[in-house]
Every structure is written in structure tokens, then in C-alpha cells.
């Protein structure tokens, strides 16, 4: 959803720099048998998601065994999944883990482009290795995330395009405004956040940003955070309507919206605080809980 820029690595320096230090000869002669076969395989790769086609890659035509590579090879998807990404990429002291650590820095500010609030501690494959083993170690297959990300998405494939969730090298959600929230009144005061595109979007945007946000759980990690800002600005937000009344309340919570917004448009807090702003019970006291005057509030 939030964009990285794409890796530098090749992706026959990713798949050579992986195959240093390989002491068994015949595999070492069999893995750079392949190195063309998974040059041309992370071609394919980029250029259908270019033309956001991911969706139409064929799993066989990854895989070794099946002879999806254009020519007979000795290695096997095994090789490429475990051997090559489990020992020589992701491992900590292996060959390839430059190039790993290299992809896994690139994203800004170190946060996971797919909820666009946790750290990033893994590399998730765009599209599953255990389907498209020649996939394994390239480079734009292989996108930074957190590990919940990571885990929510297993090892999903996208059946269509409706399914496809956004690929961070190659698009661009944060120019349009998608994320939406709603206060729901009671005590305490709860959020709601859910996807909600300008109409002026593509019908297939919008549902791959709904499905994007399900399967990560964006709704569910926002509400979270909401939560524990709602309670944390409470007190603040008394002593405001005790010496301004709702007005004063409202503009400050304009102001943290814009503010949250002119960041990025799609920010959970901006949305958050311009849903609050909205809600003439939450400013005229539910906050506290129960809407009314600012008499009934104590100053602490
Ligand atoms: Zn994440």
C-alpha cells in the first residue's frame, strides 16, 4: 500500500551472490546451470507486474520439476526455496543475506509498507516461493514487511485481480484517499475504520484496497492504536472544553487531522481525528463518555 523504492540488486547478482562458498560441486555446476532459466523467470516476473498481471502466472512455469524453467535442469524447487533462500539468503552469515538486509532497509523509515505501521523484520514473497520456487531470491519478488504481515498472507496467491494485493515496488496507493472512520458513541468512545475510495477510482481499485485491508487486518491494527490514543488525549481534551467549549475542542481536533493528513492522506490517525472533529457528541463531551457540558468534567 505505502511504496518502496525497488531494489538495485540484479537478479543475477541476487541468485550469484547466493551461490558462493557452494562446496558440493555438482550442485554448485547445477545451480549455475540454472542461471539463466531464473534470470528469465524474474523477467516474467517483473514485466507482468508492470502490466499488473501477476495474477496470470502460472505456478508450473516456476517450478523446476515441471519444466516451466524452458530447458531440463538438475536442480529442483528444493534447491531454490530452501537450499538457495532458507540457507544462502535469509540466514544471518550467509552468502546472500547482503542482499537480503539490503531489501529489508530499503523500506522508509524502517516501516512495513503493507499496514504502514510496524517495523519491518522480514522479507515476504510477493508471490509464494512454495508455488514459484524460481522466484525464490529475486529481488522484486521479495518485499519488506513485518512479520504479522508475513503471516497473515501465508502463502496466498492471488486467484485474480480482485485478489491481488498492492505490490509496493510497483504501485502507488498514497495519492488518493481510501481509509474512512467512524466514531461509534458509548463509554468509552470506539472507532471504526473501513475503506471507503473516491468514486472517481477504478471499481477494481477500490476492491483491492478493501481486500488489502481485510486480508491484512488494517481495520483491527488501526482500531488498536485509536484506542489507546483515544484515552491518551482525554485529559487534554477536558481542560480544552472546560476553557474553550466544544469549539475549541473541534479545532483542535482539525488541526491533529490535517496535520496527521498533510503526512500521508491514508494515515489511520488522520482519519481517526478528522472522525472525532466530525462528531459534535464526541467534542461536546463524549470523550469522557457521556456527552454533556463542560461543568460536568473535573480539571484532572
Ligand atoms: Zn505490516
Redesign the pocket.
Known amino acids: 500500500m505505502w511504496p518502496v523504492p525497488r531494489p538495485a540488486v540484479s537478479p543475477e547478482n541476487a541468485y550469484s551472490s547466493c551461490l558462493q562458498k557452494v562446496k558440493d560441486v555438482t550442485l554448485k555446476e547445477n545451480y549455475i546451470e540454472a542461471t539463466d532459466s531464473i534470470v528469465q523467470a524474474a523477467e516474467r516476473f517483473e514485466q507482468s507486474a508492470t502490466e499488473g498481471s501477476l495474477h496470470l502466472l502460472e505456478p508450473k512455469d516456476f517450478q523446476p520439476e515441471k519444466g516451466g524453467l524452458g530447458k531440463h535442469l538438475s536442480i529442483t524447487s528444493q534447491d531454490l526455496t530452501k537450499g538457495l533462500y532458507d540457507h544462502r539468503m535469509a540466514k544471518v552469515g550467509s552468502p546472500g543475506r547482503v542482499v537480503y538486509d539490503q531489501i529489508k532497509l530499503a523500506a522508509p523509515h524502517g516501516i ?7 517495523q ?1 523484520s522480514t522479507l515476504d514473497h510477493y508471490l509464494p516461493r512454495a508455488s514459484f520456487a524460481a522466484l525464490s531470491v529475486a529481488p522484486l519478488n521479495l518485499v519488506p ?6 503471516r497473515f498472507k501465508l502463502d496466498g496467491r492471488p486467484s485474480s485481480e480482485l485478489e491481488s494485493t498492492f505490490h509496493p515496488y510497483f504501485e502507488d496507493t498514497t495519492s488518493t484517499r481510501w481509509l474512512q472512520c467512524q466514531v461509534i458513541e458509548g463509554s468509552p468512545p470506539i472507532v471504526r475504520f473501513f475503506v471507503e475510495a473516491t468514486t472517481t477510482e477504478p471499481v477494481p481499485f477500490q476492491e483491492r484496497i478493501r481486500h488489502h485491508f481485510t486480508m ?1 487486518r488494517l481495520g483491527e491494527l488501526y482500531a488498536h492504536h485509536a484506542t489507546t490514543e483515544i484515552s491518551s488525549i482525554r485529559s487534554l481534551l477536558r481542560w480544552t472544553l472546560a476553557a474553550g467549549g466544544s469549539p475549541t475542542v473541534q479545532n483542535y481536533l482539525a488541526d491533529q487531522a490535517r496535520s496527521a493528513q498533510a503526512h500521508d492522506v491514508n494515515s489511520w490517525k488522520g482519519a481517526m481525528y478528522e472522525a472525532l472533529a466530525a462528531s459534535d457528541w464526541y467534542c461536546a463531551g463524549g470523550f469522557s463518555g457521556t456527552a454533556g457540558g463542560s461543568s460536568t468534567y473535573p480539571m484532572n
Do not use: W
Not at 514487511?145 to 508475513?150: D, G, L, S, W
Open positions: 512495513c509498507p503493507l499496514c504502514g505501521i510496524r519491518v514487511a513485518c512479520y504479522e504481515c508475513n491484512f
